[in-house]
């Protein structure tokens, strides 16, 4: 039984929440109606006025098609408040029908006291007229209420519209940029923005943001305060009931309230003649397009369209807010944007008109330069195509102003930089460039927010664009990209607006080589297991199964760091290793370093020839110096002889190695070894003195001898 309020209560929700999903969007197209205010003289149409006063001038039409059949009849009902009925004379008709102006349009004055206005589409009955003043002043704070829902449900109706239509644009022209501007649009207009949709593939990201579109846009404190808070709490309060869970979490929306709560008012009315269906007004140019969430009827009860004119209440100007942040502007930019925040009306309606940004030159002449609200850019463009630099200071302070309906208004005050044509220089304290080095150079000039393009020309004419980056208001780091010569080279600045760019001459000069000489080699034989062993004439040969060491000393201009590392390369460059801290290279001091390499592990079995070796410093390295010549040995097993006179036969790995052998020095009888041999053992000459001597493909000129153990004067060797 404790389950039944539990289950009473979720019923109820279930249906609420199926009774508001199923409320038609208003996405019926239903009559437009033609409206404009005259105040002090001047005329405008309805879609630039946010509000109304006492002594406006109202002209109003309904703008139907030739061919409508229905007669409606347009009626205007001033309201001054949800107590106080309003006098017969406050409600006025025209029969749309009629053919003379007189007749089918209304001119009326806002009276004194009126707060509200509320228009009604009626169908002809005859007695029709009669019946919506007796409701009007009847129940005056059920259409007082309507009024207010109507226009706060068709302010936030117009955000709505400006961010699905700048979504679509952009996914129509500029699909790749649709990240980037997506949410630029949803906080301009105040939408409620899903970034999960721009993890998706770029042809469903546009669907994906704007699904569900009723439940886009965010509660707007500027749109609330121009239609009095449906229920009238003071800002603040209205934050923070957005903020809870009733509210949505900050996501709760006057439009979703209006479009509930406009069928609950209006149905209190309907009777056996007549049922009143609200029509969102949409301002286009000089009239208001009406949308419609029911189709009308023109049987009993038949419909009665109601929609509203602004409040007639004091101005509520925008309340921009400048949102550059730290940020540094250029005014000569021609993207420039100043950004705002704070008013998305500005953005989805023509309330705001005459936009300018308000500045002084250097003689102290006022400029106007035009703006333009962009909501995908997230503030006013401004238009600076016809501005001259040169009339500018440095820094140039302006405002943004306008008009808000019929009244002046002044929005934030921005400082932006100009480049005014100043140059630019080298700052105290860079570093010496030189050549084959990169560098980061502070230039000094005139705004840092002014700069387009930073590029070098070298001494050969060559000229590349190169990073940079704002450092503060008046100087910029630049990378400079090692240079091929020393010599002059020019740093070129261009700055928006300027057709020139500003040079800057450079001066690199030739590196400094870090100097190094060998000091001493040793050699640690890696073939010490071998039967037979290989000896290589001279000191020049590196065996290529040894151990290397060697030491180095500096010149007097170089000493060895912890950081410094030792390039050991073959002449050609096709085998290369680095020696460092890390890796078999260590300090004797800052004027003596050791190195141990293990040719055939570090530089791979294939590498021989002529070694070298440099030391490297950072970005520079020494001049090569000679380190010996790597020569690979065979590995040699056996020299098995058949009787006093009969051939030998030499057995190893490596064999291929050999090019030739000899009983003698001077290869008087040598036996050649076939390229590309692959066998374990090659016929060899009898040793007469205990040794054979080999010419091996690496360096056919070095004297090589192996000596075999066993023969006169050497140790024994097994099948000798």
């Known amino acids: 039984m404790k389950l039944r309020p539990l289950f009473a209560c979720l019923t109820i929700g279930l249906l609420a929440g199926k009774a508001s999903a199923d409320t038609a969007p208003f996405d019926l197209v239903g009559p437009s109606l033609q409206v404009s205010v005259t105040r002090a003289g001047a005329t405008l149409p309805i879609s630039q006025v946010p509000d109304l006063s006492a002594g406006d001038q ?75 003043v007796n409701a009007v002043r009847g129940r005056p704070g059920e259409f007082v209420r309507a009024s207010q829902d ?125 049922q009143y269906i609200p029509a969102l007004a949409l301002s286009r140019n000089d009239g208001m397009a009406l949308l419609l969430n029911a189709a009308p009827s023109f049987r009993k009860p038949q419909s009665v369209l109601v929609t509203a004119l602004p409040a007639i209440e004091a101005p509520h100007v925008p309340p921009l807010r400048a949102a550059m942040g730290e940020r540094i502007a250029c005014l000569t930019r021609p993207d420039m944007v100043l950004p705002v925040e704070g008013a998305p009306l500005i953005y989805s ?77 080298a700052a105290s304290g860079n570093p010496a460039l030189t050549a084959g080095r990169a560098a980061t150079l502070r230039v000094e000039g005139a705004g840092s927010a002014c700069v387009e393009r930073v590029a070098i020309r070298q001494s050969s004419g060559k000229e590349q664009a190169i990073v940079w980056k704002a450092t503060d208001a008046s100087s910029i780091a ?28 450079l001066q690199s000069n030739a590196p400094q080589r870090p100097g190094v000489t060998l000091l001493s080699k040793s050699i640690q034989s890696g073939g010490a ?45 096709s085998a290369s290793v680095m020696l460092d801290g890390g890796k078999g290279l260590r300090l004797e001091n800052t004027q003596i370093a050791h190195a141990r390499l293990d040719p055939a592990k570090d530089l791979g079995p294939s590498a021989f020839g002529l070694l070298r070796f ?18 690979r040995l065979p590995s040699l097993k056996s020299l098995v002889c058949q009787g006093a006179d009969g051939g030998c036969a ?4 490596g064999l291929f190695l050999i090019a030739s052998l000899s009983d003698d020095a001077q290869f008087t009888h040598a036996t050649q070894v076939a390229e590309g041999f692959t066998g374990g053992s090659i016929e060899a000459p009898r040793p007469k003195d205990g040794r054979l001597y080999l010419k091996l493909r690496d360096d056919p000129d070095m004297p090589v001898t192996a000596t075999i153990p066993g023969q006169p004067g050497n140790a024994a060797t097994p099948g000798s």
């Open 529 to 573: 297991n071998d039967a037979i062993s290989i000896s290589l004439a001279g000191t020049d040969g590196i065996p290529g199964d040894a151990a290397l060491s060697f030491s180095i000393k500096a010149n007097a201009t170089t000493k060895f760091t912890a950081k410094d590392r030792i390039e050991v390369a073959t002449a050609d460059g």
């Open 349 to 425: 309606t023509q309330y705001a008109r005459s936009m300018a940004f308000r500045v002084k030159t250097k003689d102290g002449k006022t400029v106007d330069i035009p703006v333009t609200a962009r909501a995908d850019k997230g503030g006013f463009t401004i238009d600076s195509g016809a501005l001259n630099p040169l009339d500018f200071d440095q820094t140039v302070d302006g405002v943004l102003h306008g008009l808000w309906g019929f009244r002046p208004f002044e929005g934030p005050s921005f400082r932006l930089q100009n480049p005014g044509g100043q140059s630019w220089r």
């Open 150 to 274: 109507l226009n706060q449900a068709s302010l936030d109706r117009s955000r709505l519209d400006a961010f699905l239509n700048g979504i679509r644009l952009q996914d129509s022209e500029r699909p790749a940029q649709l990240e980037t501007v997506s949410p630029l649009l949803a906080r301009s207009l105040a939408i409620k923005f899903n970034a999960e949709c721009l993890e998706k593939p770029a042809n469903l990201q546009a669907a994906c943001l704007t699904q569900d579109r009723e439940a886009l846009v965010l509660s707007d404190m500027h749109s609330t305060s121009l239609t009095e808070a449906l229920t009238g709490a003071p800002t603040d309060l209205a934050l923070q009931l957005a903020a809870t869970p009733q509210g949505g979490m900050g996501y709760y929306s006057p439009y979703i309230g209006a479009v509930r709560d406009l069928a609950k008012i209006l149905g209190a009315f309907r009777t056996a003649d007549y």
């Open 650 to 653: 030499l057995s190893g790995s």
């Open 614 to 631: 440099r030391l490297v410093r950072d970005d520079s390295a020494g001049d090569w110096q000679p380190l010996g010549k790597l020569i």
């Open 58 to 132: 109202l002209t109003i039409k309904a703008d139907f098609t030739k061919d409508q059949s229905a007669h409606y009849l347009l009626v205007a009902a001033f309201l001054r408040g949800a107590t106080n009925p309003p006098p017969k004379d406050w409600v006025f008709g025209a029969e749309t029908w009629k053919r003379k102006a007189k007749d089918n349009m209304l001119k009326i004055t806002v009276p004194e006291g009126a707060r509200q206005i509320v228009l009604f589409l009626a169908p002809e009955t005859g007695g029709d007229f009669d019946a919506l």
């Open 478 to 505: 630049v990378e400079v990209p090692p240079l091929a010569d020393a010599g002059t080279a020019t740093l070129l600045i261009k700055q928006f607006g300027v057709s020139a760019p500003s040079t800057i001459v």
